[in-house]
């Protein structure tokens, strides 16, 4: 005999209304003058394919409950106290679903814990993961608002922007508090291409609203600001990347980390990307390459890769577009009174910088002739510009990198800057918070490093936990019960012949 569950009424009714729904259409195609709208019966369609959808999740997550005196979770016994009906936040949209909920055995006023939330890997109570997952990709490329009205938009789950906004946040102090282990663990994953003989590293600054000062800002000059525009502050960004012989870039790994003194975690992250790829293959060439900003080459300059600095060869590389920048501004001191002559100027000396060996010697040579003859204001922006090309000079060696098949110019930090922070945190009306960028900060460099995937799976399993139900003790029975159970058991002779397991059997005390 079967027997058919409130479940399997439930289902049956959604298959049913949408076979309903099905044979109504087919009638009107056969009775109806007026050819029927498609876009409507789309509609339709779906809304009534999430009904469905909505009712098996449902089913499905009601298997999940657990309705035992007590379960066991991290080693701590909790004892059931109540049954209550929960929504989920489902691909779908909302389902409700009536659960058990337990407490700590001892405790009397500790928050409930919910054995099925744990079974089924619920983020935060409220999302299953799949919605989880696609609210939290979403959320790193758009807006809560924009996102909700994407979702809205879509069908489906609806949900509304301030849980959309809770997820990267909810998420990130997970991902924060395992984060090490968790990008070693992603890193372990991955393979170094066969074809890979460049590695590049960068890191860089940009400027972003932040809402709050945790100590890291510059002090500023007596009458002055401190550096940036009032509000904003600097955003690290970091890029590892892998070339072939022909300098054709391989793939990326993108970091990026809210305001923090000298980009610590930053550095950290670097280092330990740079380490493992080194320990897989130390042929690699490494190249350091950064704009002349003494911060990032006081890190790059003594970088650890974890091998012997005498096993690895190394190049450091002034990104050629800052010097190209900074050789505009030497030209603009030197001819700002004839344009024409200056852009032809600046352009011959920028194909002597990145093409002729001693390139950088000669920018210089044309610098300093020209210095006496200036007036006293052009000649201190000329000398800026000396200043900055003999202390970049040893790292501007374009034309035998270039012959290396070397990158000089740092276009993938400057598009991880711009991709990874301006496009998404520096919208119109945005101030984000330390805790709150971060999240969305980690979320987005995952993506774009290739690594969302992989990372999906090490956070979803974060929200699993293993329920063990505790099985009831059996109650031992009384004196008085064993001494009336004594006299009505059956003699030896009277069951000799009979298999007889004396061992189950009480004993008369």
Same mark, same amino acid.
């Given at each position: 005999?079967? #027997?058919?569950?409130?479940?399997?009424?439930?289902?049956?009714?959604?298959?049913?209304?949408?076979?309903?729904?099905?044979?109504?259409?087919?009638?009107?195609?056969?009775?109806?003058?007026?050819?029927?709208?498609?876009?409507?019966?789309?509609?339709?369609?779906?809304?009534?394919?999430?009904?469905?959808?909505?009712?098996?999740?449902?089913?499905?997550?009601?298997?999940?409950?657990?309705?035992?005196?007590?379960?066991?979770?991290?080693?701590?016994?909790?004892?059931?106290?109540?049954?209550?009906?929960?929504?989920?936040?489902?691909?779908?949209?909302?389902?409700?679903?009536?659960?058990?909920?337990?407490?700590?055995?001892?405790?009397?006023?500790?928050?409930? #814990?919910?054995?099925?939330?744990?079974?089924?890997?619920?983020?935060?109570?409220?999302?299953?993961?799949?919605?989880?997952?696609?609210?939290?990709?979403?959320?790193?490329?758009?807006?809560?608002?924009?996102?909700?009205?994407?979702?809205?938009?879509?069908?489906?789950?609806?949900?509304?922007?301030?849980?959309?906004?809770?997820?990267?946040?909810?998420?990130?102090?997970?991902?924060?508090?395992?984060?090490?282990?968790?990008?070693?663990?992603?890193?372990?994953?991955?393979?170094?291409?066969?074809?890979?003989?460049?590695? +590049?590293?960068?890191?860089?600054?940009?400027?972003?609203?932040?809402?709050?000062?945790?100590?890291?800002?510059?002090?500023?000059?007596?009458?002055?600001?401190?550096?940036?525009?009032?509000?904003?502050?600097?955003?690290?960004?970091?890029?590892?990347?892998?070339?072939?012989?022909?300098?054709?870039?391989?793939?990326?790994?993108?970091?990026?980390?809210?305001?923090?003194?000298?980009?610590?975690?930053?550095?950290?992250?670097?280092?330990?990307?740079?380490?493992? #790829?080194?320990?897989?293959?130390?042929?690699?060439?490494?190249?350091?390459?950064?704009?002349?900003?003494?911060?990032?080459?006081?890190?790059?300059?003594?970088?650890?890769?974890?091998?012997?600095?005498?096993? #690895?060869?190394?190049?450091?590389?002034?990104?050629?577009?800052?010097? +190209?920048?900074?050789?505009?501004?030497?030209?603009?001191?030197?001819?700002?009174?004839?344009?024409?002559?200056?852009?032809? $100027?600046? $352009?011959?000396?920028?194909?002597?910088?990145? $093409?002729?060996?001693?390139?950088?010697?000669?920018?210089?040579?044309?610098?300093?002739?020209?210095?006496?003859?200036?007036?006293?204001?052009?000649?201190?922006?000329?000398?800026?510009?000396?200043?900055?090309?003999?202390?970049?000079?040893?790292?501007?060696?374009?034309?035998?990198?270039?012959?290396?098949?070397?990158?000089?110019?740092?276009?993938?930090?400057?598009?991880?800057?711009?991709?990874? /922070?301006?496009?998404?945190?520096?919208?119109?009306?945005?101030?984000?918070?330390?805790?709150?960028?971060?999240?969305?900060?980690?979320?987005?460099?995952?993506?774009?490093?290739?690594?969302?995937?992989?990372?999906?799976?090490?956070?979803? +399993?974060?929200?699993?936990?293993? @329920?063990?139900? /505790?099985?009831?003790?059996?109650?031992?029975?009384?004196?008085?019960?064993?001494?009336?159970?004594?006299?009505?058991?059956?003699?030896?002779?009277?069951?000799?012949?009979?298999? @007889?397991?004396?061992?189950?059997?009480?004993?008369?005390?």
């Amino acid at each position: 005999m079967n #027997i058919v569950t409130q479940e399997d009424t439930d289902t049956k009714s959604a298959w049913s209304q949408l076979n309903q729904f099905l044979l109504q259409r087919e009638a009107q195609w056969l009775t109806d003058e007026e050819l029927p709208v498609f876009a409507s019966f789309e509609c339709e369609l779906h809304e009534r394919l999430m009904a469905l959808e909505r009712e098996l999740l449902a089913a499905e997550l009601a298997r999940y409950n657990v309705n035992s005196k007590e379960v066991e979770v991290d080693g701590e016994r909790y004892r059931r106290v109540m049954s209550s009906g929960k929504k989920y936040l489902t691909t779908a949209g909302e389902v409700r679903v009536e659960r058990h909920l337990y407490r700590r055995v001892g405790s009397s006023n500790e928050r409930c #814990i919910c054995p099925l939330d744990y079974r089924a890997g619920i983020i935060d109570g409220y999302a299953t993961p799949r919605a989880a997952r696609q609210m939290n990709w979403v959320t790193a490329h758009l807006p809560s608002r924009t996102a909700a009205e994407l979702f809205k938009e879509i069908g489906g789950m609806k949900p509304s922007h301030t849980t959309i906004d809770q997820q990267p946040k909810i998420v990130s102090e997970h991902w924060e508090t395992h984060r090490s282990a968790w990008e070693n663990a992603l890193r372990q994953t991955e393979d170094i291409p066969s074809t890979a003989m460049i590695m +590049a590293v960068s890191l860089d600054g940009v400027m972003a609203p932040v809402c709050q000062d945790d100590g890291t800002k510059k002090a500023a000059s007596p009458g002055k600001q401190a550096s940036g525009p009032r509000g904003y502050r600097e955003i690290g960004c970091g890029s590892v990347s892998l070339y072939d012989q022909e300098g054709e870039r391989l793939q990326t790994v993108r970091y990026g980390r809210m305001p923090e003194q000298k980009k610590t975690t930053l550095r950290q992250q670097l280092t330990a990307e740079c380490q493992h #790829i080194v320990q897989q293959a130390p042929h690699l060439k490494v190249v350091k390459l950064a704009d002349g900003a003494r911060d990032n080459w006081d890190y790059l300059s003594t970088l650890d890769l974890g091998l012997p600095d005498a096993d #690895i060869e190394q190049v450091e590389i002034v990104d050629f577009c800052h010097a +190209a920048d900074h050789l505009k501004n030497g030209c603009d001191a030197i001819w700002s009174d004839t344009p024409d002559q200056c852009q032809k $100027e600046f $352009e011959s000396l920028r194909q002597v910088l990145k $093409e002729e060996d001693g390139g950088a010697d000669k920018v210089l040579n044309a610098f300093t002739t020209r210095l006496d003859s200036l007036p006293a204001k052009r000649q201190e922006a000329l000398q800026k510009e000396i200043t900055y090309f003999r202390n970049q000079r040893p790292r501007m060696n374009y034309a035998a990198y270039l012959r290396q098949g070397l990158p000089i110019a740092s276009g993938v930090i400057e598009a991880t800057c711009k991709t990874l /922070v301006s496009q998404r945190m520096k919208c119109s009306g945005m101030r984000w918070s330390s805790f709150g960028g971060q999240a969305v900060l980690t979320l987005r460099a995952l993506v774009q490093s290739g690594r969302w995937h992989q990372a999906w799976h090490i956070l979803e +399993a974060e929200f699993r936990k293993p @329920v063990s139900i /505790v099985k009831e003790q059996p109650t031992q029975p009384c004196r008085q019960d064993t001494v009336a159970q004594a006299k009505l058991r059956p003699t030896l002779s009277s069951h000799i012949n009979c298999a @007889v397991d004396y061992g189950s059997l009480p004993l008369a005390i």
